[in-house]
Nanobody
Framework: QVQLVESGGGLVQTGDSLRLSCAVSGRTFSVYMGWFRQAPGKEREFVAAISWIGGSLYYADSVKGRFTISSDNAKNTLYLQMISLKPEDTAVYYC??????????????????WGQGTLVTVPS
């Protein structure tokens, strides 16, 4: 069983930066680790993912060039560095773990462990 705990969300202004963290404990092996977000009234959407074995990085088009996913394996922590934040980035951000290669890494249904989420608010 893996436990994921996000932190780092908050209220920021347009153009500001934030770094989200996800502390991983329990089962630490995953094929992919990802960040998803869910805005009010919208479906959960893919933000970024990292292949735990090869280190490949994947991003949604909406965040490419502004968000960076990274990991510190020694600290069992996943990060999401966000710059140039926009009002449309407002959402609850979730860290997720995918322990198999089955299914598409952008599909939240293929992830088997989730954190509780951390809220990022960028007022318009």
């Amino acid at each position: 069983q893996v436990q994921l705990v996000e932190s780092g969300g908050g209220l920021v202004q347009t153009g500001d930066s934030l770094r989200l963290s996800c502390a991983v404990s329990g089962r630490t092996f995953s094929v992919y680790m990802g960040w998803f977000r869910q805005a009010p009234g919208k479906e959960r959407e893919f933000v970024a993912a990292i292949s735990w074995i090869g280190g490949s990085l994947y991003y949604a088009d909406s965040v490419k060039g502004r968000f960076t996913i990274s990991s510190d394996n020694a600290k069992n922590t996943l990060y999401l560095q966000m710059i140039s934040l926009k009002p449309e980035d407002t959402a609850v951000y979730y860290c997720a773990s995918k322990r198999t290669s089955d299914g598409y890494y952008r599909d939240f249904n293929t992830y088997d462990a989730w954190g509780q989420g951390t809220l990022v608010t960028v007022p318009s």
